[in-house]
T-cell receptor, first 112, second 113 residues
């Protein structure tokens, strides 16, 4: 089955700097890659997703890139703010309505 | 915006007892899921449900677990005889068409004592 790895496990950046989180997946059949943000004690919330027919997607300060050949995908957050502090999970799925397999998470701290 | 709702928000139970966690998925969604998150760990897939039957389940979802859609709106997860290691946050999720990604509920924190 699908296995998703994620690095780093913790990341600390100064406010205004960029943060990058990298993931790899194992199942070449996966075609849908969502990213979730989870604040302490709350549910995972979808922040951006990308499908395999797209190499890059951007939404304001957040961008994702996907390299299907290498089975790598990454999340980039620019101009980080303290409210970006949370745990971020990458995930992979066959389609947007199949089960989603989560990575182990990255705890991001943005220092004011 | 429609939301997935879960009740109760927190459930405390004694080891060996049965618990039922309840979820109301988004009304026009067709695919339903339960996930589990042990404190400080990743979100783990338990089971998916479509067309009134289980479509896939993980190795975590053993004979102690069952799911049901008793009516047109509710989706439940039952744990027959709870163990200490069942203590976790349980998230229900639903999705609709190919353009509708997973939407998670706020979760039920299960504490087994």
């Amino acid at each position: 089955g699908e296995n998703v790895e994620q690095h780093p496990s913790t990341l600390s950046v100064q406010e205004g700097d960029s943060a990058v989180i990298k993931c790899t997946y194992s199942d070449s059949a996966s075609n849908y890659f969502p990213w979730y943000k989870q604040e302490l004690g709350k549910r995972p919330q979808l922040i951006i997703d990308i499908r395999s027919n797209v190499g890059e997607k951007k939404d304001q300060r957040i961008a994702v890139t996907l390299n299907k050949t290498a089975k790598h995908f990454s999340l980039h957050i620019t101009e980080t703010q303290p409210e970006d502090s949370a745990v971020y999970f990458c995930a992979a799925s066959l389609t947007s309505y199949d089960k989603v397999i989560f990575g182990p998470g990255t705890s991001l701290s943005v220092i004011p | 915006e429609p939301e997935v709702t879960q009740t109760p928000s927190h459930q405390v139970t004694q080891m060996g007892q049965e618990v039922i966690l309840r979820c109301v998925p988004i009304s026009n969604h067709l695919y339903f899921y339960w996930y589990r998150q042990i404190l400080g760990q990743k979100v783990e897939f338990l089971v998916s449900f479509y067309n009134n039957e289980i479509s896939e389940k993980s190795e975590i979802f053993d004979d102690q677990f069952s799911v049901e859609r008793p009516d047109g709106s509710n989706f439940t997860l039952k744990i027959r005889s709870t163990k200490l290691e069942d203590s976790a946050m349980y998230f229900c999720a639903s999705s609709g068409t190919a353009n509708s990604p997973l939407h998670f509920g706020n979760g039920t924190r299960l504490t087994v004592t």
